[in-house]
């Protein structure tokens, strides 16, 4: 069934089918991993593998198919995914493998659709990911230092990897049991930081290698950034480029485990976007030069829920810029031109799996070309090729990060723009060029400017403000004690570290003491005109300072002195601190040292007598918030949480707890709460913890208004939204909604007015293309039988273009068609001297109402050349909406 020429989609859906039919509960024959130098070798096949990262807690189960399924459409043969050891180990001995972490159930998906599974255990994870995958309680083992030749550790990092192994053998998961999972990876990036651990973290890995291997999982284990991995256990590269990899063994295929394809976000943080021709430009020169196996780290990126992101400070969402966004969208035109690359590289597959390493050619200083194929001859500097036509593949390459450059191979001439690959599954005929983009753009409703994704400038408009609308205007509110709570609160002398006392069950830790001011520091502070501080040595991630009750100030960083200010007055003062944690580390070495809170001395500075050291005071602990502990955020009406009605002049306001009801937004689109007008908090949607909000905003300076392509990518290379707030759309998955009253509850620290949150459906609303006639024709006639029977008509090869709207919706209106010279970009486009006049409707005729819709790009089609002697190109905006409303927009034109 998994035979090395690529099978056409429908193909392979009978073929599943059938195939289920058969051999019920199994999702493949029964098959064989190993491996050679060149490849990962499937059932006796050598491979050429496109990987699709997804974790399945970022999404809901109900997602899952969705999610897989476009990611198969785009192209990918495998998923890959990390094991998250804190979800699935919460509490020590106490499993959970139910809703989102259902990872059974996720990987049978993944099976039952046909692609196979990398599943990387780990169990460190990093992953911008709480404690990195680490459960908490983890630290509190006696003993333990974590990554490291330590007994404790081993042993239970031994316990979590086996049960995931055991789990998946007993589900019959393994290939040679039927099932996806064709590879496993141990530890992840321990290259890193193995330098910090000296002889111990050299034993470590050899320890880690043959615990693992030693489970009888019968797949390869793989170690990402681990050039010391044993010779049994593959390793592997992660970065933006690895094309210039090579594993530490000539007998280890080159794995590419994570192609960083976007970047994550802080609180604060501008937005990263990666340059879709980049990306594709690295993949391609990946395969070139010998490369087997690409995993897009991430394909879809998705949400970090309740508090599962990390720290320091890791963003809610975690959308990654991947090509599937945050709710599950395709992001255009990223995931269209990679799956376009996708089905190039696959033309060339039968040629790459052939040969043991690829003919080098240099064609230019800057410019190679890597030939896979027998019957290649050189004479001199001349190569000629004799030989079975689909035996030939090329990639020819101009690493030219400044200059389009002309090169002859083979006898012909080719043009490569800069900082591109061309790839030719026939050793002559040019399919896909990394830099030339023929896919659909699209525009979301929530976007307030088209990303940054492509070499296009940002435009400053904003989405029409008719379609917003308050959520509600009924709210009540309740607030949130400052200080002690709780029968629970506790008092001891000196300072306690904040995971020591929270285990991380709640953000929150109150300290509070005492302290008694004289009337002689008094006049001293008015004789010398100054002012006592308190002073914290070192402090992360926040905190709030309260003198008597109220907030004289916060402080937000990583391991930041803290110096506040503050007035105090005759008699005893009272001193709250309420420390933050907004996501555990989640890398480096020693991360159970790491700890969060405060660390060394906490004084009063500034007296008459000097400092006042309340590092050894007596303190009062207090654990989390009264509402977290009540769970006023369930759906279970609470009366005796004291609920009053909020009225406008009680806003905004800081420590409180707001309620409403709300009506879900009508049809299935994915729903984004709009959160600007909020300060700092958490909010929980029919008792569903969707995550942390903040407001904090990006630099007002480091974006860049647009983003060239060309050149090597960082992630500051190109980004968006400065001076606006990091975040403001926070996902509800639709599955937590119903249609009508739905409780929304809100804990706000620093004020904010709920009467402007408002909710919006998710969905792309503007698409745009741009395909000339020169572009390439469309892939699928490469594949086409007739092709390589040479009976493939020149109409049959005439470039096309492709609109596609979400799911369940429909191609209102088409705003602008030129056919001819058209000047500009998505939502600025205009017509240029050269324009048919019947292109508007030849477009919408073949568009309006429809989901999806191709127009060829050429004369005969707009009935004539409208300038001969010129190169024409379409240009096409149109605007998608749900399919219910169709009526009703189609009248606008
Ligand atoms: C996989 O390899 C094992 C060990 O060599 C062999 O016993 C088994 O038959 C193979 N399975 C398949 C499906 O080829
Ligand atoms: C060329 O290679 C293809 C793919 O391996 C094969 O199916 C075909 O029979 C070969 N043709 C000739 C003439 O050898
Ligand atoms: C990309 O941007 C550069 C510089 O702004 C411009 O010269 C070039 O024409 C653009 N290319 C495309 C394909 O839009
Ligand atoms: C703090 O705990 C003590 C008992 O340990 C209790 O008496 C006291 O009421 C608690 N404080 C608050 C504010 O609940
Ligand atoms: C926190 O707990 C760890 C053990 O989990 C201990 O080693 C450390 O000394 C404690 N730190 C403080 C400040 O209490
Ligand atoms: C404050 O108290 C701590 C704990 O007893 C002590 O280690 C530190 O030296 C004291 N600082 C000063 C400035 O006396
Ligand atoms: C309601 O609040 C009371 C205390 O105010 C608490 O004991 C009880 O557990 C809460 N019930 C629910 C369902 O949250």
Known sequence: MFGTRPIPLQCLAVALTLHLAVIAGEFFKPFNVSYDHRALIIDGNRRMLISAGIHYPRATPEMWPDLVAKSKEGGADVIETYAFWNGHEPVKGQYNFEGRYDIVKFVKLVGSSGLYLHLRIGPYVCAEWNFGGFPVWLRDVPGIEFRTENAPFKNEMQRFVKKIVDLMREEMLFSWQGGPIILLQIENEYGDVEGSYGEKGKEYVKWAAKMATGLGAGVPWVMCKQVDAPEYILDACNGYYCDGFRPNSYKKP???????????????????????????????????????????????????????????????????????????????????????????????EPALVAVDSPQYIKLGPMQEAHVYGKNIHRKGETFTWSGNKSRCSAFLANIDEHNEASVTFFGEVYTLPPWSVSILPDCKNTVYNTAKVGAQTSIKTTELSLPLSTNVSVLQQLPSQDEVSPLSENWVTVKEPIGAWGDDNFTVQGILQHLNVTKDISDYLW??????????????????????????????????????????????????????????????????????????????????????????????????????????????YQVGLKGEFLKIYNVAENETAGWTDLTLDAIPSSFSWYKTYFDAPVGMDPVALDFRSMGKGQAWVNGHHIGRYWTLVAPKDGCQSSCNYRGAYHSDKCTTNCGKPTQIWYHVPRSWLQSTNNLLVIFEETGGNPFEISIKPYSTHIICGQVSESHYPPLRMWFHPNFVKGKISASDMIPEIHFHCDDGHKISSIEFASYGTPKGSCQKFSKGNCHAPNSLSVVSQACEGRNRCSVRISNAVFGGDPCHGTVKTLAVEARCVPSSNIGFSAQKQ
């Open 254 to 348: 080159v794995l590419w485990t994570e192609n960083w394809d976007g970047w994550y976000t802080q609180w604060g943080g501008r937005l990263p976007h990666r340059p879709v021709e980049d990306l594709a430009f690295a993949v391609a020169r990946f395969f070139q030069r010998g490369g087997s196996f690409q995993n897009y780290y991430m394909f879809f990126g998705g949400t970090n829920f309740g508090r599962t992101s990390g720290g320091p400070n890791q963003l809610t969402s975690y959308d990654y810029d991947a090509p599937l966004d945050e709710y599950g969208l395709l992001r255009q035109p990223k995931w269209g031109h990679l799956k376009d690359l996708h089905a190039a590289i696959k033309l060339c």
């Open 511 to 620: 300290y509070m003491t005492r302290v008694y001011v004289y009337d002689d520091d008094i006049s001293f502070w008015e004789e010398n005109s100054v002012e006592p501080a308190l002073t914290i040595d070192s402090m992360r991630d926040l905190v709030h300072i309260f003198i008597n009750g109220k907030l004289i100030g916060s402080v937000f960083g990583h391991w930041v002195k803290v110096d506040q200010p503050l007035q105090l007055m005759q008699g005893y003062n009272d001193i709250v601190l309420l420390s933050e944690t907004i996501g555990l580390q989640n890398f480096g070495a020693f991360l159970e040292k790491d700890g969060a809170g405060f660390k060394g001395q906490i004084k009063l500075t500034g007296f008459r007598n000097g400092d006042i050291n309340l590092t050894d005071s007596l303190w009062t």
